[in-house]
């Protein structure tokens, strides 16, 4: 299947490694040049070049804090003075610390909203104008099946990301009309670093090692696996597809049948 983005310029979030890194080695691989970020300088300039040599397309990558407003500022013009346009925005960060509500002061609070929030609201507003005057784009934001089905121990993912979801799902119908999507991709137990330093915390927690802990997950899902982050990252090239089309204002989870809800 001709997914239609060869050529096409993607501007991936926190994509150094994990769920950032599949998605974009995924976009790449259908022809899209790239625009990643990360904290990690070294990581970040190794996966660019490794990205580029497996593909051959064009990557900038840009070092960026997104819980900085300046830096994400900087992220996106760095995108459009190097390609004039962002066609696919896949906004992302990394989840905010766990822990039960009274583990968190007002700071942390607001540190999960300015890295998890803010820095989607305002990728999305560099480059939607562009998006509009080309009548064409994809906007896709990684969230997590925690917004259909909370998790415990979570209480600033599970609301922050929730916020996420309103926002996209407004704003897909603000700009149907323009020829731009707005989706979310929600995550559920997928092998990634933070999944397995999630495991460790949980088992130091517990007193239990982390082969139980990931048992405990394995049990909960019907497919009886973790999920891995290329098959995460083949439905976010799906959403950023000419195929997807008719596709907006979606949560889709990609969780091996763990959330039990109809919808």
Same mark, same amino acid.
């Given at each position: 299947?001709?997914?239609?983005?060869?050529?096409?310029?993607?501007?991936?979030?926190? $994509? $150094?490694?994990?769920?950032?890194?599949?998605?974009?080695?995924?976009?790449?691989?259908?022809?899209?040049?790239?625009?990643?970020?990360?904290?990690?300088?070294?990581?970040?300039?190794?996966?660019?070049?490794?990205?580029?040599?497996?593909? !051959?397309?064009?990557?900038?990558?840009?070092?960026?804090?997104?819980?900085?407003?300046?830096?994400?500022? @900087?992220?996106?013009?760095?995108?459009?003075?190097?390609?004039? +346009?962002?066609?696919?925005?896949?906004?992302?960060?990394?989840?905010?610390?766990?822990?039960?509500?009274?583990?968190?002061?007002?700071?942390?609070?607001?540190?999960?909203?300015?890295?998890?929030?803010?820095?989607?609201?305002?990728?999305?507003?560099?480059?939607?104008?562009?998006? @509009?005057?080309?009548?064409?784009?994809?906007?896709?934001?990684?969230?997590?099946?925690?917004?259909?089905?909370?998790?415990?121990?979570?209480?600033?993912?599970?609301?922050?990301?929730?916020?996420?979801?309103?926002?996209?799902?407004?704003?897909?119908?603000?700009?149907?009309?323009?020829?731009?999507?707005?989706?979310?991709?929600?995550?559920?137990?997928? @092998?990634?670093?933070?999944?397995?330093?999630?495991?460790?915390?949980?088992?130091?927690? +517990?007193?239990?090692? @982390?082969?139980?802990?990931?048992?405990?997950?394995?049990?909960?899902?019907?497919?009886?696996?973790?999920?891995?982050?290329?098959?995460?990252?083949?439905?976010?090239?799906?959403?950023?597809?000419?195929?997807?089309?008719?596709?907006? !204002?979606?949560?889709?989870?990609?969780?091996?049948?763990?959330?039990?809800?109809?919808?």
């Amino acid at each position: 299947m001709d997914f239609g983005l060869a050529g096409k310029v993607a501007l991936v979030a926190a $994509s $150094s490694r994990g769920l950032g890194r599949a998605v974009a080695g995924e976009l790449a691989a259908e022809g899209a040049h790239l625009v990643l970020c990360a904290r990690g300088e070294l990581e970040l300039a190794s996966t660019a070049e490794s990205i580029r040599g497996t593909t !051959g397309v064009d990557v900038l990558a840009v070092p960026a804090d997104l819980s900085d407003a300046g830096d994400v500022a @900087r992220l996106a013009d760095r995108a459009l003075e190097r390609f004039g +346009r962002v066609d696919v925005l896949v906004n992302n960060a990394g989840g905010p610390p766990a822990g039960p509500f009274e583990a968190h002061d007002l700071e942390a609070w607001r540190a999960a909203i300015r890295i998890n929030l803010e820095s989607a609201l305002e990728l999305t507003r560099a480059v939607l104008p562009g998006m @509009r005057e080309r009548r064409w784009g994809r906007i896709i934001n990684i969230t997590s099946v925690a917004v259909k089905e909370p998790v415990d121990g979570l209480i600033l993912s599970n609301s922050v990301r929730a916020a996420v979801t309103g926002f996209a799902r407004t704003l897909a119908n603000e700009v149907a009309p323009h020829g731009i999507t707005v989706n979310n991709a929600l995550p559920g137990y997928t @092998r990634t670093d933070r999944l397995l330093e999630l495991g460790d915390a949980l088992a130091t927690e +517990r007193g239990v090692g @982390r082969t139980e802990i990931e048992a405990g997950w394995r049990a909960g899902i019907p497919m009886g696996r973790l999920g891995e982050p290329a098959e995460f990252a083949a439905l976010v090239a799906f959403l950023a597809s000419e195929r997807a089309s008719y596709i907006t !204002g979606c949560s889709i989870p990609v969780d091996g049948g763990r959330t039990r809800g109809l919808l």
